[in-house]
T-cell receptor
Framework: SQKIEQNSEALNIQEGKTATLTCNYT??????LQWYRQDPGRGPVFLLL?????KEKRKERLKVTFDTTLKQSLFHITASQPADSATYLC????????????FGKGTHLIIQP | DSGVTQTPKHLITATGQRVTLRCSPR?????VYWYQQSLDQGLQFLIQ???????AKGNILERFSAQQFPDLHSELNLSSLELGDSALYFC??????????????FGPGTRLTVL
């Protein structure tokens, strides 16, 4: 089965800098990859989707890259703000032609003022 | 607010009991997904329904079952509860759900505590 690895340690970034989060996966060739944000005690919120034929996707201060050869996605937040502090989850389709997602355990991002 | 509603918000019960969690998807969404989130396992996909039919199964235990009704709301039934079933249960919905990566909108979750 597919395995998704995200940095389990918290990532501390100074306000205004760029935060870069990593998602690595194995045993799988996904048609797309998604990133979600989750705040404590709340449901995940969709941020970005990138498909296998796309190298990069941007949305405001967010940028995602997708390297299917390395089996890796990088998630960047530029000009980071304390309000960006949250857990960020990487997700891949579980397979079978449906859209149930397999999630990584997430990276806890802390933006310090 | 995602537009997905879940009830109840909290549920406390004893081992061996059975509970039902309810989810109403966003208006117009045909797919409903159930996920379980625990501290050690992270967010795990359980099952997906599309327009009333089971579409995909994930790591759902045989003690758990779900259904989607004609009005598209869904229920997740958990029986013979064990301590390890204590977790946050999320419902999500999407417009489609046929493998094209539709955005999933998550509800606020039901926190289940089994004592």
């Amino acid at each position: 089965s597919q395995k998704i690895e995200q940095n389990s340690e918290a990532l501390n970034i100074q306000e205004g800098k760029t935060a870069t989060l990593t998602c690595n996966y194995t045993n799988y060739s996904p048609a797309y990859l998604q990133w979600y944000r989750q705040d404590p005690g709340r449901g995940p919120v969709f941020l970005l989707l990138i498909r296998e034929n796309e190298k990069e996707k941007r949305k405001e201060r967010l940028k995602v890259t997708f390297d299917t050869t390395l089996k890796q996605s990088l998630f960047h937040i530029t000009a980071s703000q304390p309000a960006d502090s949250a857990t960020y989850l990487c997700a891949l389709p579980s397979g079978g032609g449906a859209d149930g997602l397999t999630f990584g355990k997430g990276t806890h991002l802390i933006i310090q003022p | 607010d995602s537009g997905v509603t879940q009830t109840p918000k909290h549920l406390i019960t004893a081992t061996g009991q059975r509970v039902t969690l309810r989810c109403s998807p966003r208006s117009g969404d045909l797919s409903v997904y159930w996920y379980q989130q625990s501290l050690d396992q992270g967010l795990q996909f359980l099952i997906q329904y599309y327009n009333g039919e089971e579409r995909a199964k994930g790591n759902i235990l045989e003690r758990f079952s779900a259904q989607q009704f004609p009005d598209l709301h869904s229920e997740l039934n958990l029986s013979s509860l064990e301590l390890g079933d204590s977790a946050l249960y999320f419902c999500a919905s999407s417009v489609g759900g046929k493998g094209v990566g539709d955005t999933q909108y998550f509800g606020p979750g039901t926190r289940l505590t089994v004592l």
